[in-house]
């Protein structure tokens, strides 16, 4: 069972209207440090730390240029900790000013029944297992790109990035991936990844449209891993149905993903449903 606590320093969204998103607390504050100084101090900033502050930008540039806009990120904080670590989550994150509206305080084993309830519109962390767990079970889901370097880390530009490996499949591609031995679970783990994406891309094409060419506080990008250049044309195509224009796109063409992502450095890197899986993760 869950226990929600609204932020009263925060002005609540309508759900109904905003994207609303659940955030891994192991993602926004470390897990692993230990605290030296007590139960008192703030917790220590976690690696996708920057992608709070980046989604405020967004919300901030919106707000400016509609005082009425309802279309914002509403951020609920998920956390599986203990409850005597609760109060302290809270208070780090007023702390820091983080635009937090709910905190949802869960067992691991009721993290999927909650984000099911609570209208998420995608469950965001940086533990892989975590979101290929929740893509299994229908509930929109994506990694936090870690940005572990202090120096490089981007606040004042959300970059999302999609896979084009799950957007611009075809039957006839999950048919030669079925030849190749991937067993029908795994084929729809492949195809679930692909229906949670869409309503995600499209509330991603109408912020983005708020938004000038230059300038814009939301950077959308695609790229391709494994998948043909042919592919990566058709994922362009289908955005494009979805009405959402990438800023930027990348056909690797089964060349590995880490330079351009450690290029790109993006806070949400939508998997392709394969990423776990033997012989896929060699791409990274």
């Known amino acids: 069972m869950d226990s929600m606590v609204r932020n009263p320093d925060v002005k609540q969204r309508d759900a109904a209207q905003a994207v609303v998103v659940a955030v891994s607390s192991d993602a926004i504050f470390d897990p692993e440090v230990e605290q030296v100084h007590g139960a008192t101090e703030p917790l220590r900033k976690g690696d996708a730390f920057s992608f ?48 937090i509206g709910r ?44 940005q572990t370097d202090p120096h490089h880390q981007t606040e004042d530009q959300l970059k999302v990035v999609f896979s084009g490996d799950v957007i611009g499949s075809s039957e006839e591609m999950l048919h030669g991936l079925r030849e190749q031995g991937f067993t029908e679970t795994q084929l729809q783990g492949f195809k679930t990844a692909k229906g949670s994406v869409k ?53 690797l063409a089964g060349a590995p993903r880490s330079p351009i992502l450690n290029l790109v450095r993006p806070h949400i890197l939508c998997l392709d449903g394969l990423y776990h899986m033997e012989g896929f993760t060699a791409m990274s």
Not at 52 to 64: F, G, H
Not at 112 to 131: A, C, G, H, P, R
């Open 103 to 146: 905190f949802c305080f869960c067992n691991k084993e009721d993290s999927i029944e909650s984000l099911q309830s609570n209208n998420v519109k995608l469950f965001l962390s940086t533990d892989t297992n975590d979101v290929c767990k929740a893509l299994q079970k229908g509930v929109p889901a994506a990694l936090l790109y870690r």
């Open 52 to 99: 709070m502050k980046a989604i405020q930008v967004v919300n901030e540039r919106l707000l400016t240029l509609n005082s009425d806009e309802t279309l914002l990120f509403d951020v609920i904080l998920l956390s599986n900790d203990s409850e005597e670590k609760h109060s302290r989550i809270i208070a780090s994150a007023k702390h820091y000013g983080l635009d």
């Open 199 to 251: 309503e995600f891309a499209v509330l991603m094409g109408e912020m983005r449209r708020r938004f000038g060419l230059e300038g814009s506080p939301l950077c959308t990008g695609l790229m391709t891993v494994w998948s043909s250049r042919d592919v990566c044309a058709s994922a362009l195509k289908t955005l494009r149905g979805w009405g959402l224009l990438v800023d930027e796109a990348f056909c």
